[in-house]
């Protein structure tokens, strides 16, 4: 095994782009000699001009030494050549995504270093195992996958492709410690692990607003505010790019052989065709001026309120709540004929809480119980709820000050099933054995910004209740994009955490 805890440990990155740069300047950093070779003439230097500024501006705030600074671009070395990167103990590629252009670089790349020189790539989709089957020596092979910005993003996925040497993926993982970033180690699969578990958050977002059943910013509101997102999906895309977005979505599709869970909205098609592509375009799911997001104002609660309301049995927070609004409550077996009648369902839409209630479906609304009350208050109608009923439900629940969102009819509203898929496809990469429970949930936090890993999630929410969104979706849109993750259910069913491994 390599000891990268060398003093004279030297590395090499090939590539200076974006991605490049940052690798550079954190292995510099931690005193590694860096040898930077790019085929682009001047594109080294102006890599490593870049990294002299960044670098400046931390010294400017007192956060970097002017000595560690001299120190750091000291051991940033430009070659003209490939083969000058002959005594590097091991090599980052950060070139171009394109399987053949890599292909070509690592063929020309062993044949100039040593034998015991690990070959690392920054992919964030491609095959490892790919890149490396044509090689003398494939498992010297791994990748190396880093998040941008990555001085700032600490957060390294290790890939161990089927012909990669165990020694290889050791090296790496305590390399990425002397440099201070987390090493999560995963499997050679689409997506690796940061990008595979994404694959909840957008689509099934996609979906709800393809369902008509709430707009955009209705939608990253609920989210941000009830479930914990920082940044909602449709604020993400627009940060992203719809464009880079919707192909990673449709590239994670046919790589999984199409899998439902991952089934991309047809919605996103024309809107890429239009140039609505977000930030960069002035405009996508919202509007933007000066790269600033122009504000979109949420409508005001109406003044109506109920004489009387009737709550489900089966809500006893809900009851809680109504219960320190002011109002009258009934607790009779069944609503008088003018009530408000308010169900709290888990997975179901408010139709099927109605009939299972034997309520009235027009004075129907339901209300998500599952993320509390205290931040967004989430309602929604059937079909035929009359629009005095949703005006009194809005009003009421708009006592105190807590915003309210008024969506449409919904099996798991909206945080709810948003939330069920995400941690579902978390559960199936742990089932998939792609990477452990904990640097699964580690990976996605540090990667992704979540409130939680998707396994954490799932208990935060309660896994029986994630399995109960997702059993209700499952059952009522007969689709295989529902189906509860083995993982999950039998977890749910024992009581016990998602992140208990398998013995």
Request: aromatic residues 6%; glycine residues 8%; hydrophobic residues 40%.
């Amino acid at each position: 095994m390599l000891d990268v805890s060398r003093k004279d440990l030297t590395a090499g990155v090939a590539g200076s782009g974006t991605m490049g740069r940052g690798i550079i300047q954190v292995l510099a950093q931690c005193g590694v000699r860096v040898l930077v070779f790019d085929a682009k003439p001047g594109a080294a230097k102006a890599a490593k001009d870049s990294i002299s500024g960044s670098l400046s501006k931390l010294v400017e705030k007192g956060r970097v030494k002017q000595k560690d600074m001299d120190a750091t671009l000291g051991r940033i070395e430009i070659v003209e050549e490939l083969k000058a990167l002959a005594p590097c103990h091991l090599v980052v590629e950060a070139i171009i995504e394109v399987l053949e252009v890599k292909r070509k670089f690592f063929t020309e790349l062993e044949a100039i270093v040593g034998e015991d020189c690990i070959i690392a790539s920054n992919t964030s989709s491609l095959s490892v195992t790919a890149m490396a089957s044509h090689l003398k020596k494939p498992g010297r092979v791994a990748g190396y996958h880093f998040f941008n910005p990555v001085p700032v993003m600490k957060i390294v996925e290790v890939v161990g492709g089927v012909l990669t040497e165990p020694w290889v993926t050791e090296a790496l993982t305590e390399l990425s410690k002397r440099y201070g970033h987390t090493p999560v180690n995963c499997q050679d699969t689409p997506g690796f692990i940061v990008n595979h578990a994404g694959r909840g958050f957008v689509p099934e977002s996609l979906r709800i607003y393809q369902e008509g059943i709430a707009e955009p910013a209705v939608i990253d509101r609920i989210l941000c505010d009830a479930a914990g997102f920082r940044l909602g999906p449709f604020g993400l895309m627009d940060l992203v790019g719809l464009d880079i977005a919707h192909g990673v979505m449709k590239s994670m599709y046919e790589q999984y052989y199409q899998e439902p869970r991952y089934k991309p909205s047809f919605v996103a098609d024309p809107r890429v065709a239009a140039g609505l592509l977000g930030r960069k375009t002035g405009r996508g799911w919202y509007e933007y001026k000066d790269g600033v997001q122009v504000p979109e104002p949420e409508s005001s609660a109406p003044p109506a309120r109920p004489t009387s309301v009737w709550i489900a049995p089966d809500a006893p927070s809900l009851k809680e709540l109504i219960g320190r609004l002011n109002v009258k409550s009934e607790s009779g077996a069944k609503p008088s004929p003018d009530a408000l009648c308010l169900v709290a369902p888990i997975g179901k839409d408010a139709t099927t809480a109605a009939l299972e209630h034997g309520l009235d479906a027009e004075r129907t609304v339901a209300v998500d119980p599952l993320f509390g009350f205290a931040k967004r208050r989430t309602i929604m109608t059937t079909p035929i709820t009359k629009s005095a009923y949703r005006a009194m439900a809005h009003g009421l629940l708009a006592v105190g000050g807590v915003p309210v969102s008024v969506i449409k009819d919904s099996p798991g509203f909206v945080a709810q099933r948003v939330v069920a898929h995400i941690v579902n496809v978390g559960c199936d990469i742990a089932q998939q054995n792609i990477a452990s429970p904990e640097d699964l949930d580690r990976a996605v936090v540090l990667g992704l910004s979540y409130p939680h890993g998707p396994l954490a999630m799932g208990d935060a929410v309660g896994a029986d209740k994630i399995l109960a969104v997702l059993e209700a979706m499952y059952d009522f849109y007969k689709e295989p994009r529902y189906r509860p993750s083995p993982w999950l259910t039998r977890r749910a069913r024992l009581g016990v955490s998602l992140l208990t491994p398998e013995n």
